[in-house]
């Protein structure tokens, strides 16, 4: 049994050819990165930074809606790239009260909202819609959000999911690692119901540790 091994997505030569090409060069995203690495805190991979940045840019987002905000990271990225303005929801109060110290020295308050709050039980009093909504929180709880982010997307809009193939886990069971075992089944879940959503068209990507790109089709649920 393999735990988090860091090339069972993409082999490092990859990984590292990636990132020499997109270096960090705001002061500000850099000494977030290695805020992050240093404490363990779970962020956007550059590589997977850079992605959203260019679908905010690419679908001309005027709202994002981001669940998962840990440091601010990923929303000062998409904020800064497409000019939106960024719902960010996060649980945890420390969290929350350190990305809108972030957020506040990236000159970006007045775009970026910071909702503290369950995103299981709050997305359903958020009003949208939204051109991009990317998930980035607790990994097992991506099934049961899915049905109220295809509710606030608009017709054209963007679902991106970051971590979906979770360390090489959903692929291959020879990496899954037992106290793991309950967020992979639902994380398998939640891919096959994106692939087979009436709503949505989805691609895999193999980038980072695995991104899903859904774009909505119709615009009522069903």
Request: proline share 3%; net charge negative; charged share 25%.
């Amino acid at each position: 049994m393999i735990e988090y091994d860091k090339d069972a997505i993409v082999h490092s030569y990859i990984t590292g050819f990636l990132r020499a090409k997109i270096r960090q060069s705001d002061p500000l995203l850099l000494s977030l990165e290695e805020y992050a690495s240093e404490h363990s805190v779970p962020i956007a991979e550059p590589e997977t930074a850079r992605f959203i940045s260019v679908l905010s840019r690419a679908c001309k987002a005027e709202r994002i809606l981001e669940i998962g905000t840990a440091v601010g990271y990923s929303a000062i990225v998409m904020a800064k790239a497409s000019g939106a303005e960024v719902v960010s929801v996060e649980n945890n109060h420390e969290m929350a009260e350190l990305a809108r110290e972030n957020i506040r020295r990236a000159g970006l308050s007045d775009k970026i909202t910071v909702v503290e709050a369950d995103a299981k039980t709050c997305l359903s009093e958020i009003s949208g819609p939204f051109d991009m909504i990317f998930l980035d929180g607790p990994k097992a709880h991506y099934i049961y959000m899915l049905g109220d982010c295809i509710s606030l997307l608009r017709t054209g809009g963007l679902l991106v999911a970051d971590n979906v193939l979770y360390k090489g886990m959903i692929a291959d069971k020879a990496h899954v690692v037992r106290r793991k075992i309950t967020i992979v089944k639902r994380l398998r879940k939640f891919i096959d119901a994106l692939m087979e959503h009436p709503q949505l068209e989805t691609a895999i990507l193999p980038l980072g540790d695995g991104v899903t790109v859904s774009v909505k089709i119709q615009g009522e649920d069903v």
